[in-house]
């Protein structure tokens, strides 16, 4: 009998840590390229154009969080209005999550939301009334991401980015190692704005309300490129001299150079003007030149990549 009862005892303490509830807690971590995040600084996006961000919020919502061995619990009803300016913490809610393996959420507001009128919430409510407005009236529902800046070496041009549309609600997924402490999970993400306008011309500005055009690349950029489990870190590319794709325009093949003071692998990665993969070159060394042909008259980027991050990026101009 008390061996029976110290098993029953030993088995709901088990259940009672195992099953316990724990605050949960999403934490974005801003940053332009290496540094941290600050309004109206410059940058550069993969183009080599130059930018600065003047304002830039976005909503999150409909989160998902795997842990503990693969469970999948997601997280209803909660909306976050993120500005990238100020730091950001999400209370997540207190949940049976001890250990955290990755978190998904969408960029923008559901469809079954996206058309309520933000009046009937209350005002402290991130889908309130804000100012400046995050709506785009009824029929449109909700700014997912707006971004504004000036572009060009000068940061004289306009660049004002609305993305919206229950078509570009896009979800995104990032690993995590967060575990429960003091029955608290704060879930690290980072967020590098500098991927924001990635393939996004706007040397001469760039101006999108809608669902489409450049403001759909911002939207795609957030879904692919902008959150990370690492911050972004400096890698030295020193040892690069030259990175040469002639001829340019081209009517035919197209050859690829690079010339380097090391024998490092490197990637080249050809996209269309809409961020599309067309061709990923691997495995390839200094000073052995290649030949690619693209079947296509159009505008291509064609980028060198080391370590998982663009170094170089040319326009290539097929006829």
Do not use: C
Request: aromatic residues 10%.
């Amino acid at each position: 009998m008390k061996q029976f009862l110290f098993l029953f005892t030993a088995l709901l303490m088990f259940n009672a840590n195992v099953f316990s509830q724990n605050m949960v807690k999403l934490n974005i971590n801003h940053q332009l390229g290496s540094v941290p995040f600050a309004l109206n600084t410059g940058a550069q996006n993969n183009l080599g154009d130059d930018f600065n961000i003047s304002r830039l919020e976005y909503y999150l919502s409909q989160f998902t969080v795997v842990h503990d061995g693969g469970i999948e619990t997601e997280i209803n009803n909660v909306y976050a209005l993120v500005d990238a300016s100020a730091a950001t913490v999400i209370d997540l809610g207190n949940h049976n999550i001890t250990s955290v393996e990755a978190i998904r959420f969408y960029i923008g507001v559901d469809s079954a939301t996206n058309h309520l009128d933000p009046a009937s919430y209350d005002a402290t409510h991130p889908l309130a009334p804000k100012a400046p407005s995050m709506h785009w009236g009824w029929s449109s529902g909700y700014r997912f991401v707006a971004l504004e800046g000036k572009g060009s070496s000068n940061y004289n041009q306009d660049i004002e980015l609305h993305g919206l549309g229950n078509n570009n609600y896009f979800q995104t997924e990032i690993s995590s190692t967060a575990t429960a402490s003091n029955n608290e999970v704060i879930i690290d993400v980072y967020a590098d704005y500098a991927f924001a306008l990635s393939n996004i011309s706007v040397n001469g500005g760039a101006f999108e309300h809608g669902f489409s055009g450049d403001a759909l690349k911002v939207l795609s950029n957030f879904n692919k490129l902008v959150f990370k489990q690492h911050p972004t870190s400096i890698i030295d590319f020193s040892e690069i001299k030259d990175f040469s794709v002639f001829p340019n325009p081209t009517t035919g093949a197209t050859n690829i150079l690079i010339e380097a003071t090391e024998n490092s692998d490197y990637q080249v990665l050809i996209t269309d003007v809409l961020g599309k993969k067309i061709e990923l070159i691997t495995n390839l060394k200094s000073n052995q030149p290649i030949s690619t042909q693209l079947e296509q008259a159009g505008l291509y980027f064609v980028q060198l990549v080391k370590d998982g991050q663009t170094v170089i990026t040319k326009k290539l101009l097929v006829q």
